[in-house]
């Protein structure tokens, strides 16, 4: 599949690998709609590249995604692409010692993780999937999962929330394969992004640079590669491309 010419929605497009995205895909001649709930961030987004339509949507909220379809129909948008970039990245242990007594993990902190990251995937996909089938075309869904998946101590949330999307999107790549469209995960190790360093204590950070094989954090640039690797290949389905300089080898 060529960029040229397609077009591609991007959730969590107002900041990170998102915002990144967003800009890169934009100038290898695709029609991109940047979706968010930062609505500022997104219009900093149009600010620096003007050809990029954008969409405030909170993905945490069904009716904000129903909200972004119905204008999607009503424009008559047939998406090609989607590329959901949306997560919150959380650490928190299931239990911590704090003035003497035991703290348990907030639900409410695991319901937003998942709801955002795994359920908000879910539904906007599912969207996606009947605007393409709408339009009898082939298409292309990449799910930025993360090498947590494999399960990182202190982030039970964040790891279980993208197991599932991983888990979701090889079901999603066997029931769409037949029907033209493809399904692929985007998993990326620790990058050099803003989300990163206010998710982690710059002392796991560190840690993180030193574990990996390559010393050194991965780039947006170099995830943004594997984007594209994926989008031109059209025989790559249904499986996991790992960005993270050999630390899960």
């Known amino acids: ?109 695991w319901e937003k993780v998942i709801g955002i990251n795994l359920t908000g995937t879910f539904y906007v996909t599912s969207n996606v999937v009947k605007n393409m089938l709408s339009y009898r075309k082939e298409g292309l869904i990449i799910n930025l999962s993360s090498i947590c998946a494999q399960g990182n101590a202190g982030q039970s949330a964040y790891s279980a929330s993208k ?21 692929v995960i985007l998993s990326p190790g620790f990058i050099d992004s803003p989300g990163m ?14 574990l990996n094989p390559l010393r050194r954090l991965g780039l947006i640039d170099e995830v943004l590669k594997g984007m594209k690797m994926i989008i031109m290949n059209d025989y790559i389905n249904g499986t996991i491309i790992k960005i993270d300089g050999g630390l899960t080898v």
């Open 1 to 109: 599949m060529q960029i040229e010419g397609k077009t591609i929605l991007i959730t969590g497009a107002s900041s990170g690998i998102g915002r990144s995205a967003a800009d890169y895909l934009s100038s290898e001649g695709a029609s991109v709609f940047a979706l968010d709930r930062d609505l500022e961030g997104l219009k900093r987004l149009k600010i620096n590249n003007e050809s990029i339509c954008y969409l405030q949507c909170d993905i945490e909220k069904s009716v904000s995604i129903d909200s972004v379809f119905q204008h999607l129909k009503a424009k008559n948008i047939a998406i090609d692409i989607l590329i959901n970039c949306a997560a919150i990245m959380y650490s928190s242990p299931i239990v911590k010692l704090q003035g003497g007594q035991l703290i348990t993990h907030e639900y409410e902190d």
């Open 197 to 210: 360093h206010q998710a982690l204590a710059e002392k796991s950070v560190k840690k993180w640079n030193n």
């Open 163 to 183: 197991a599932g999307v991983e888990g979701f999107s090889m079901a999603l790549a066997k029931e769409l394969g037949p029907l033209g469209i493809r399904t």
